[in-house]
């Protein structure tokens, strides 16, 4: 059954839940940026003798009530992994469907913007093709026809084209350059949290290169049966991970060297912003 939610945005939930997110915001360290790889809505079809299409269909119910349930949660930014590129492999009617009804729903978010949190939420598509509006208080970010390592390789070329054109200097290019065109390329900050249904534990070419001190969290629910309680037994889990992880990116960013070359800071930051409105093109 579809979420049902208010006019302005805001998913109905009942009180005792309200209770919990109330609890969990003020005990609790919830991560600002929680990416999600909504697996397992075939073999949630298959379990239930239903067509494929309609086990898709229904994982998008469950995104649209998981984004509302980060909402309440005071998550500020989200990224679902709604496509890969391997899937184009899939069979043909079961492809179709998918780019239809990621057509048809597309459609439906810009109409009625209440059901990913009203006006102020940024929707940006992630993948071969990149769309967004220029809201920035809230960011969803949706992988289609996405490939994490394709990421990486088109960021290569961004930089390759970046010297040639005389933009950078070839001693620009370091490993931190090639994190920055990354994210100015994709979902803008690396997530603070990785949350994978249906039991499987592996990324599947999903944020490889912005997850190195990101928490990983494998649920066993198919992303149709994910429930507001799965989604606090991962916040839970990442109470316990969060220090170590911050603690080993400090240490780590501590031993790169910082330029103090303003040239070169102001190249680089030109060449960013010419690497974000390329990518739109």
Not at 127 to 152: A, D, P, T, V, W
């Amino acid at each position: 059954m579809p979420p049902n939610f208010t006019e302005d945005g805001v998913l109905q939930i009942s009180w005792y839940h309200r209770i919990f997110f109330w609890l969990i915001r003020f005990l609790f360290k919830v991560p600002p940026h929680i990416a999600f790889i909504m697996d397992g809505n075939r073999r949630f079809a298959r379990s239930n003798n239903m067509e494929l299409q309609l086990g898709h269909s229904a994982g998008f119910d469950t995104m649209l009530e998981v984004l509302g349930w980060c909402r309440h949660l005071g998550v500020t930014q989200t990224t679902v992994y709604a496509l890969s590129v391997d899937n184009w492999s899939r069979s043909e009617k079961e492809v179709n469907y998918l780019v239809e009804l990621a057509r048809d729903k597309a459609c439906l978010m810009r109409e009625k913007r209440s059901l990913i949190g009203g006006t102020g939420v940024c929707v940006r598509f992630v993948g071969e093709k990149q769309h967004s509006n220029n809201s920035k208080s809230c960011r969803l970010n949706i992988c289609f026809s996405y490939s994490g390592r394709e990421e990486i390789i088109s960021a290569s070329e961004e930089i390759k084209w970046g010297v040639d054109q005389g933009i950078l200097h070839i001693d620009d290019v370091s490993e931190n350059l090639m994190g920055q065109c990354i994210l100015a390329r994709g979902i803008g900050t690396p997530p603070d949290l990785v949350i994978r249904t249906s039991g499987e534990v592996r990324l599947s070419d999903f944020l490889l290169w912005q997850t190195d001190f990101t928490p990983l969290v494998f649920l066993a629910p198919l992303w149709p049966q994910m429930s507001v309680w799965q989604l606090f037994k991962a916040i839970f889990r990442f109470q316990f991970s969060y220090r170590q992880v911050k603690s080993a990116q400090r240490r780590t960013e501590s031993l790169k060297s910082t330029s103090t070359d303003f040239e070169q800071l102001e190249r680089i930051e030109k060449f960013l912003q010419l690497v974000e409105q390329r990518s739109y093109n």
